[in-house]
């Protein structure tokens, strides 16, 4: 549950990183779309400012240019400068400062743009006033006839002018005399000076400022300068930028693949848990159907065969019993008395075989049942009768022993069909008459209800009496060595002072008004111990009905609100069945029990309707391990795995265990090396009438 | 840098070349809007009085310009400027003779909303065109809209304005080698480059391209008060400077100048040599570069022709 927690966590975690990832890729991507549109508009401009320089060259030196480039030119660089002072990196904050430079260019270029005008307008008059000048003083045959000094002056001033031009400086045509004055009185002459003089005015006059404005063109320093200056502060700021989206896609990543290698260590574990899982299933399910040491039947399959309908439309049960059983196990050993169970299974087996209509059951240590469909009684008795024969003609062999084994055989076909037949058993080590008996239901009944008016009238009175008293039996911390809590046991004390266990009382008591009342009594008594023995806790048992009963849970509940200020803890044993109907109910106890500092405690889990569901559905404290699994961990290796698993499964989800019916020191000790918390039984202690004051404990 | 070298060789083979370039015969347009922007051109709907249409002072079946000297519009005010031919107009570097208008679709918004012209304002211009189903219609067709704005209506006159160019004029053959110019206009060409003209007259539109100032070596004085250049730039620097205008169908363009003070093309040659290039040109010679001027008429725009 905690490990589907944690995967879900990192799932989620994984895939917003990856969502992150690939949203900052985007992101990523359209800056550095936005830095290239950038260098490429600044790039352009430069481009731009590049070709016009070029094209104002070519002009001053060509006389005869097409000068549409320069126009389209021109507009190139407006659009360019459009673009760059557009771009879209420029609507972020954190360029505001290469902004205000790039808003500064505008200032440049303004005024680049109405250079070239100015120069434009100059150009052509001057081109065309020296190419005026050149063919004038080539044409000078009138001055050649009348003034040579003249001419001679008109060639030096062109020479001068020519070179300014090339050179770009004015020194040539500074402070010189570069007017044509002539003497002569011919028309011709005068006119000829007249023409050279207009045109050498003019480009006196206009040479410096179209010499200052193509240096203008030329050289734009604080053009260049701002250039470069936005092309430094952008990669600075940039770089920054870069590197802080470096930082931002390495924590991205990281996390991804955290959570990548996470959500898969998580899964390998959820599997392996799942495996586990399943194996402690499948062994329980075994388990719930075979015995393990006979590998009959065992006795849950026979209740459930028992219960369906559709397996024996009339059955007839038989009771195998051995006869001091105990003797064997007392006298031989627990081992020669397991292998006889084993082989007196298969003698069993052998000699029933052939009535294919039929099942055989190990119903308890020493007692078999077999089920017949259809067969009459008299049948019955006849197989019954043989058998009997059959085993007292058989000698059971074991490690060399020979064993006689007689058995007790009941026989029974009125439902309640295994009660009847126990009933019937019963009867018949009464009797000693026979080996052999038949239920018989009449002087059942007549029997049965004379008991129970008895009991009945026992129960009334003891509770008069104040008889109805909890013994207490020792829970035991193995790891700690000592007692941390009790069970409290219903019993029934007779005038006598006989000692009466619930089996012989309580489901009697059930069927009357008297069950709420011993519940009641139970509850409060052990409360009141409890408060005695404060550094115990006390668990009382309840089952799934008085659970479902509301006049019993409002009853518990306000006998624990009435003692809550007490130091009292008690706890609650849920007695299993298959009574779980509305497990909502059972949710809302356990809350509720909870909030009074309660535990939860699920009793006999490993066997009758444990089930595994309930612990992820229930949030339960502690389960106690079947006494039919604790019992025989010492000799049988499926139940010793069956207890481990169990234990590890309860542990992986913080619930603790108890393991029931410790009864030898090899089983405490065998728990405590596996490191089992809690443990009890017999080895420890029976059922006290008071708790001990000395929790010490010696395993 | 790569760019840079791409741009000098292109010059430096284009200027092994001559200084004026002939009119593209392939041009670039889309007919469907330029055939209904030649009939918002026609329309004098478009003014307030529906008296003036863009024709009535762009005849662009003969020259594209106005023969008045300064054209009338609304109530028969006067305007303040020669009218400049809209033929080829797309290849000027800027429009209206001092270049407040960048590009064709500026242009196209002064005269319409001009007071002494159209005397229109956007408004009224989408009212007078919406309620017009033919031309809703229309403009449905081309432009795939309910309702037409402004911009969709320049859009449209603009396109028609693209489509008026003249090519095939003699001096573009002669240009592209299919034909020789006869002696006298071949001399024509030589004189205008020789005294200097074609500094400023060059280019696809042999000017067009530069801005230029009336009278650099003798003032050119004129009383009234014409729009030019320093009305845009308020430089003192930039009285009397106007756009070159283009040479391209010259014969057909007259009177002369901004001021229309020149009545003839002698007159114009006389009086821009005078004051422009400091020279007095021979009567012998203006009459050479007549003859070449006369070369540069160029054949009608197609779309006249088209419905």
Same mark, same amino acid.
């Given at each position: 549950m905690k490990i589907s927690k944690l995967l879900f966590i990192f799932i989620i975690t994984g895939i917003l990183s990856f969502i992150a990832i690939i949203n900052f890729y985007f992101i990523q991507k359209d800056f550095t779309q936005k830095h290239k549109e950038f260098l490429i508009n600044i790039n352009n401009l430069e481009n731009s400012y590049a070709d016009i320089t070029n094209l104002i060259l070519k002009n001053s030196i060509y006389v005869y240019i097409n000068q549409d480039n320069i126009a389209i030119t021109n507009k190139q660089l407006k659009q360019n400068f459009k673009k760059l002072q557009n771009s879209e990196i420029l609507r972020d904050s954190s360029y505001a400062d290469v902004k205000v430079n790039v808003d500064y260019l505008q200032k440049c270029m303004e005024e680049s743009l109405q250079n070239v005008e100015i120069f434009l307008r100059i150009n052509a008059s001057v081109k065309n006033s020296l190419l005026f000048l050149s063919r004038h003083v080539e044409d000078a045959k009138i001055l050649e006839d009348y003034d040579q000094k003249e001419l001679l002056k008109a060639r030096i001033i062109l020479k001068h002018f020519n070179d300014t031009k090339k050179l770009q400086d004015l020194i040539y045509v500074t402070n010189k005399d570069y007017l044509l004055k002539s003497e002569s009185t011919n028309k011709n002459v005068q006119r000829y000076i007249e023409d050279f003089n207009i045109h050498s005015n003019f480009l006196m006059a206009n040479y410096p400022?179209?010499?200052?404005?193509?240096?203008?063109?030329?050289?734009? %320093?604080?053009?260049?300068?701002?250039? #470069?200056?936005?092309?430094?502060?952008?990669s600075e700021i940039s770089l920054h930028d870069f590197k802080a989206l470096d930082k931002f896609a390495t924590f991205l990543f990281t996390l991804f693949f955290f959570s990548f290698l996470t959500i898969i260590i998580l899964l390998i574990k959820y599997q392996r848990e799942n495996r586990k899982l399943q194996e402690t299933y499948s062994s329980l399910e075994y388990s719930h159907t075979y015995d393990q040491l006979t590998e009959l039947y065992n006795r849950r399959k026979f209740e459930l065969d028992i219960e369906d309908q559709n397996k024996f439309k009339n059955p007839s049960l038989i009771i195998v019993n051995i006869n001091d059983f105990r003797y064997i196990n007392d006298i031989y050993g627990n081992d020669i008395g397991n292998i006889l169970l084993k082989e007196f299974s298969k003698f069993i087996e052998n000699q029933i075989e052939k009535f294919y209509e039929s099942s055989i059951y190990r119903l308890d240590g020493d007692e078999f049942g077999i089920i017949f469909n259809n067969l009459n009684q008299n049948r019955i008795l006849n197989i019954a009768n043989n058998l009997e024969?059959?085993?007292?003609?058989?000698?059971?062999?074991? =490690?060399?022993?020979?064993?006689?084994?007689?058995?007790?055989?009941? !026989?029974?076909?009125? *439902?309640?069909?295994?009660?009847?037949? &126990?009933?019937?058993? *019963?009867?018949?080590? *009464?009797?000693? %008459?026979?080996?052999?008996?038949?239920? &018989?239901?009449?002087? #059942?009944?007549?029997?049965?209800?004379?008991? =129970?008016?008895?009991?009945?009238?026992?129960?009334?009175?003891?509770?008069?009496?104040?008889?109805?008293?909890?013994?207490?039996?020792? !829970? !035991? =911390?193995?790891?700690?060595?000592?007692?941390?809590?009790?069970?409290?046991?219903?019993?029934?004390?007779? =005038?006598?002072?006989?000692?009466?266990?619930?089996?012989?009382?309580?489901?009697?008591?059930?069927?009357?008004?008297?069950?709420h009342e011993i519940t009641k009594i139970m509850i409060e008594k052990t409360i009141l111990v409890a408060i005695k023995y404060p550094k115990y806790r006390f668990s009382i048992n309840m089952s799934m009905q008085d659970i479902s009963d509301y006049k019993i849970t409002d009853m518990?509940?306000?006998?624990?609100? *009435?003692?809550? &200020?007490t130091n009292a803890k008690i706890d609650i044993e849920l007695l299993e069945s298959e009574h779980l109907n509305d497990i909502k109910v059972v949710k809302k106890f356990i809350k509720k029990l909870h909030t009074y500092g309660s535990y939860i405690l699920v009793d006999d889990f490993g066997t009758g309707y444990s089930n595994f569901s309930y612990f992820s559905e229930l949030d339960i404290d502690i389960v106690k391990i079947d006494g039919s699994i604790v019992k025989e961990i010492t000799n049988n290796k499926r139940k010793f795995h069956m207890l481990k698993s169990i234990k590890e499964f309860a542990n992986g989800m913080d619930i603790k265990t108890v393991s029931e019916f410790v009864e030898t020191k090899e089983i405490a000790q065998k728990l405590k090396s596996i490191g089992a918390t809690y443990a009890q039984g017999y080895y420890f202690s029976e059922p006290l009438e008071q708790p001990l004051d000395d929790d010490k404990v010696v395993i | 840098m790569l760019k840079l070298i791409i741009l000098i060789t292109l010059f430096i083979?284009?200027?092994a070349e001559e200084p004026i370039s002939p009119i593209p015969l392939e041009i670039d347009y889309n007919k469907e809007k330029a055939l209904l922007g030649k009939k918002l051109f026609f329309d004098p709907i478009l003014s307030k009085d529906k008296s003036t249409s863009c024709l009535s002072c762009h005849n662009v079946f003969d020259g594209g310009a106005d023969s008045r000297?300064?054209?009338?519009?609304? $109530?028969?005010?006067?305007?303040?400027?020669?009218?400049?031919? @809209? +033929?080829? /107009?797309?290849?000027?570097?800027?429009?209206?003779?001092?270049?407040?208008?960048?590009?064709?679709?500026?242009?196209?918004?002064?005269? +319409?909303?001009?007071?002494?012209e159209h005397n229109m304002n956007p408004k009224i211009?989408?009212?007078?065109?919406?309620?017009?189903?033919?031309?809703?219609?229309?403009?449905?067709? @081309?432009?795939?809209?309910?309702? @037409?704005?402004?911009?969709?209506? +320049? $859009? /449209?006159? @603009?396109?028609?304005?693209? /489509?008026?160019?003249?090519?095939? /004029?003699?001096?573009?053959?002669?240009?592209?080698?299919?034909?020789? +110019?006869?002696?006298i206009e071949e001399k024509g060409y030589k004189l205008f480059k020789h005294y200097g003209c074609i500094t400023c007259h060059n280019g696809v539109n042999i000017g067009g391209n530069s801005f230029q100032k009336m009278g650099i070596f003798t003032d050119y004085i004129n009383d009234n008060k014409y729009p030019d250049r320093s009305d845009i730039t308020h430089n003192v620097l930039d009285k009397n400077v106007f756009k070159v205008p283009t040479l391209r169908n010259i014969t057909k363009t007259a009177p002369y100048f901004h001021d229309a003070s020149a009545k003839t093309l002698e007159i114009a040659i006389h009086s821009m040599s005078k004051h422009n290039l400091g020279i007095i040109i021979p009567d012998e010679d203006i009459k050479y570069i007549i003859r070449f001027l006369e070369s540069l008429t160029g054949e009608q725009p197609k779309i006249l022709d088209e419905i």
């Amino acid at each position: 549950m905690k490990i589907s927690k944690l995967l879900f966590i990192f799932i989620i975690t994984g895939i917003l990183s990856f969502i992150a990832i690939i949203n900052f890729y985007f992101i990523q991507k359209d800056f550095t779309q936005k830095h290239k549109e950038f260098l490429i508009n600044i790039n352009n401009l430069e481009n731009s400012y590049a070709d016009i320089t070029n094209l104002i060259l070519k002009n001053s030196i060509y006389v005869y240019i097409n000068q549409d480039n320069i126009a389209i030119t021109n507009k190139q660089l407006k659009q360019n400068f459009k673009k760059l002072q557009n771009s879209e990196i420029l609507r972020d904050s954190s360029y505001a400062d290469v902004k205000v430079n790039v808003d500064y260019l505008q200032k440049c270029m303004e005024e680049s743009l109405q250079n070239v005008e100015i120069f434009l307008r100059i150009n052509a008059s001057v081109k065309n006033s020296l190419l005026f000048l050149s063919r004038h003083v080539e044409d000078a045959k009138i001055l050649e006839d009348y003034d040579q000094k003249e001419l001679l002056k008109a060639r030096i001033i062109l020479k001068h002018f020519n070179d300014t031009k090339k050179l770009q400086d004015l020194i040539y045509v500074t402070n010189k005399d570069y007017l044509l004055k002539s003497e002569s009185t011919n028309k011709n002459v005068q006119r000829y000076i007249e023409d050279f003089n207009i045109h050498s005015n003019f480009l006196m006059a206009n040479y410096p400022s179209f010499i200052n404005i193509t240096k203008k063109i030329l050289e734009n %320093k604080a053009r260049h300068q701002r250039i #470069h200056m936005i092309k430094e502060e952008f990669s600075e700021i940039s770089l920054h930028d870069f590197k802080a989206l470096d930082k931002f896609a390495t924590f991205l990543f990281t996390l991804f693949f955290f959570s990548f290698l996470t959500i898969i260590i998580l899964l390998i574990k959820y599997q392996r848990e799942n495996r586990k899982l399943q194996e402690t299933y499948s062994s329980l399910e075994y388990s719930h159907t075979y015995d393990q040491l006979t590998e009959l039947y065992n006795r849950r399959k026979f209740e459930l065969d028992i219960e369906d309908q559709n397996k024996f439309k009339n059955p007839s049960l038989i009771i195998v019993n051995i006869n001091d059983f105990r003797y064997i196990n007392d006298i031989y050993g627990n081992d020669i008395g397991n292998i006889l169970l084993k082989e007196f299974s298969k003698f069993i087996e052998n000699q029933i075989e052939k009535f294919y209509e039929s099942s055989i059951y190990r119903l308890d240590g020493d007692e078999f049942g077999i089920i017949f469909n259809n067969l009459n009684q008299n049948r019955i008795l006849n197989i019954a009768n043989n058998l009997e024969q059959s085993i007292i003609n058989n000698s059971f062999i074991i =490690n060399n022993i020979k064993l006689e084994v007689r058995v007790n055989i009941a !026989i029974n076909n009125v *439902k309640p069909i295994l009660e009847n037949a &126990d009933l019937a058993l *019963k009867q018949i080590k *009464k009797s000693n %008459k026979s080996n052999i008996g038949i239920f &018989d239901e009449e002087q #059942h009944l007549k029997q049965n209800v004379e008991e =129970n008016m008895k009991m009945v009238q026992t129960i009334k009175e003891a509770l008069l009496d104040n008889r109805i008293i909890p013994f207490f039996q020792p !829970i !035991i =911390n193995l790891q700690a060595s000592k007692i941390e809590k009790y069970e409290a046991l219903v019993r029934l004390r007779l =005038n006598d002072g006989t000692i009466l266990q619930p089996f012989q009382f309580l489901e009697i008591a059930q069927k009357s008004s008297q069950y709420h009342e011993i519940t009641k009594i139970m509850i409060e008594k052990t409360i009141l111990v409890a408060i005695k023995y404060p550094k115990y806790r006390f668990s009382i048992n309840m089952s799934m009905q008085d659970i479902s009963d509301y006049k019993i849970t409002d009853m518990l509940f306000n006998l624990l609100e *009435k003692y809550k &200020d007490t130091n009292a803890k008690i706890d609650i044993e849920l007695l299993e069945s298959e009574h779980l109907n509305d497990i909502k109910v059972v949710k809302k106890f356990i809350k509720k029990l909870h909030t009074y500092g309660s535990y939860i405690l699920v009793d006999d889990f490993g066997t009758g309707y444990s089930n595994f569901s309930y612990f992820s559905e229930l949030d339960i404290d502690i389960v106690k391990i079947d006494g039919s699994i604790v019992k025989e961990i010492t000799n049988n290796k499926r139940k010793f795995h069956m207890l481990k698993s169990i234990k590890e499964f309860a542990n992986g989800m913080d619930i603790k265990t108890v393991s029931e019916f410790v009864e030898t020191k090899e089983i405490a000790q065998k728990l405590k090396s596996i490191g089992a918390t809690y443990a009890q039984g017999y080895y420890f202690s029976e059922p006290l009438e008071q708790p001990l004051d000395d929790d010490k404990v010696v395993i | 840098m790569l760019k840079l070298i791409i741009l000098i060789t292109l010059f430096i083979t284009l200027n092994a070349e001559e200084p004026i370039s002939p009119i593209p015969l392939e041009i670039d347009y889309n007919k469907e809007k330029a055939l209904l922007g030649k009939k918002l051109f026609f329309d004098p709907i478009l003014s307030k009085d529906k008296s003036t249409s863009c024709l009535s002072c762009h005849n662009v079946f003969d020259g594209g310009a106005d023969s008045r000297n300064v054209s009338v519009g609304f $109530e028969k005010r006067k305007g303040n400027i020669q009218s400049p031919t @809209v +033929l080829n /107009a797309k290849y000027n570097f800027v429009q209206f003779w001092n270049g407040r208008a960048e590009d064709l679709k500026e242009q196209a918004n002064g005269p +319409l909303t001009n007071p002494n012209e159209h005397n229109m304002n956007p408004k009224i211009i989408e009212k007078v065109i919406n309620n017009s189903i033919s031309y809703k219609k229309e403009f449905n067709k @081309v432009f795939h809209v309910n309702y @037409v704005n402004y911009k969709l209506i +320049l $859009e /449209a006159i @603009v396109e028609f304005e693209k /489509a008026l160019t003249t090519p095939n /004029a003699r001096f573009d053959k002669y240009l592209r080698g299919e034909i020789n +110019l006869t002696n006298i206009e071949e001399k024509g060409y030589k004189l205008f480059k020789h005294y200097g003209c074609i500094t400023c007259h060059n280019g696809v539109n042999i000017g067009g391209n530069s801005f230029q100032k009336m009278g650099i070596f003798t003032d050119y004085i004129n009383d009234n008060k014409y729009p030019d250049r320093s009305d845009i730039t308020h430089n003192v620097l930039d009285k009397n400077v106007f756009k070159v205008p283009t040479l391209r169908n010259i014969t057909k363009t007259a009177p002369y100048f901004h001021d229309a003070s020149a009545k003839t093309l002698e007159i114009a040659i006389h009086s821009m040599s005078k004051h422009n290039l400091g020279i007095i040109i021979p009567d012998e010679d203006i009459k050479y570069i007549i003859r070449f001027l006369e070369s540069l008429t160029g054949e009608q725009p197609k779309i006249l022709d088209e419905i």
